[in-house]
Structure formats: C-alpha cells, structure tokens
C-alpha cells in the first residue's frame, strides 16, 4: 500500500487526512490572523466586519435578518448576538418589515459605514498578505474552481423566500 493509500487512525487515508486537516489549519489560522489584525486596528472582530461589509453593499444598506446570517455564514441565534453587540456601538440598527411581522431588517448606521471603510483597507491588505499574496495567479484560478466545487453550484432558497411562500399561502 503506498503512503498516499495508508489508513490513518481517523480512518482516511494519509492523503485524505492531509487534505483534510491541512484546510482546517489554513481556515483556522486565516481567521485567526485576519480578526486579530481587524480587531487590533478598528476593534472590530471579523465577524462584526463581514456582517457590516454585506449591509453596506446592499440596497438602502439593509438586509432581512435570515438573509444576513445566510450571508455571513452564521446561525440566527449567532446573528441575533452579534447585531446585538452591533447595535450597541451603534453600528446598525434594526427595523421590522412591515409585509412580515415576525421578521426584521438590519440597517447599517453611518458610523458603520464609516467603520467598514476604514477598515476595509486593512482587511484587503491582510486578505493579500496572509492568502493571496502565497499562490501564483494560475494557482489562486485553480483554488477558486476546487472551492467552487466544494460551495456547490446552486444557490440555496433564501430563508425569507420560504417564510414569504407560508405567508403567500396562510389564508
């Protein structure tokens, strides 16, 4: 058996295993570096950061709240806390929706917007530091095919798509 087919305790192979636990370690050690320098420079996690940069780019800077954590990767609970933490500093605020009485908008506030453009500088000079900046433009193509393949290629339903369909059909 070569080394790339021997079984490792985990019950992959040594390959698989690498693989594996390799993009574990980059993950880990990618978020670790970009939120310490993040929150170093602006006192901003890079959670905080990720969930203000997609308020700023969307229409009227708001989004519904399933909407936000779908975005940002995180669970409703998980969102809720964070815009919690948001909302105190005064970064965001929310709003109800009006077609949806159980649902609510974040809302970016200008002192978020300003925030996310200073430092929006420092996480993209971070990004190519830490990621970018290790892979030639041929591999970083590559990678982003291999993640692609990895994300899938069809778009999920949004949360408040599903809500919206049960309230279409509530008489």
């Known amino acids: 058996m070569s080394t790339a087919e021997r079984v490792v305790p985990s019950g992959l192979t040594s ?3 690498g693989a594996w636990r390799g993009l574990l370690r980059a993950h880990a050690g990618l978020v670790k570096a970009l939120d310490a320098e993040l929150e170093r420079a602006h ?8 969930m203000l940069l997609r308020l700023d780019a969307a229409p009227e800077r708001r989004m519904r709240m399933c909407d936000l954590a779908e ?3 995180l669970s409703r609970s998980g969102l809720t806390r964070l815009v919690d933490r948001l909302e105190r500093d005064g970064y965001v605020g929310r709003h109800s929706c009006e077609a949806d009485a159980r649902g609510s908008f974040a809302v970016l ?3 978020g917007a300003e925030i996310v ?3 929006r500088a420092t996480h993209i000079e971070a990004v190519r530091r830490h990621f970018l900046g290790r892979f030639s ?6 990678l982003r095919g291999f993640l692609a393949r990895l994300a899938g290629d ?7 798509d599903a809500g919206a369909a049960a309230l279409e059909q509530t008489p």
Do not use: K, N, P, Q
């Not at 433009?137 to 590559?142: G, H, M, N, R, T």
């Open 71 to 73: 975005s940002v990767l």
């Open 43 to 50: 006192g901003l996690g890079l959670s905080s950061f990720e």
């Open 15 to 17: 390959a698989e295993s």
């Open 117 to 119: 453009r200073a430092a």
């Open 109 to 111: 506030s200008e002192s």
């Open 154 to 160: 069809a778009a999920d339903e949004s949360c408040c």
């Open 137 to 142: 433009a041929a591999e970083l193509d590559s």
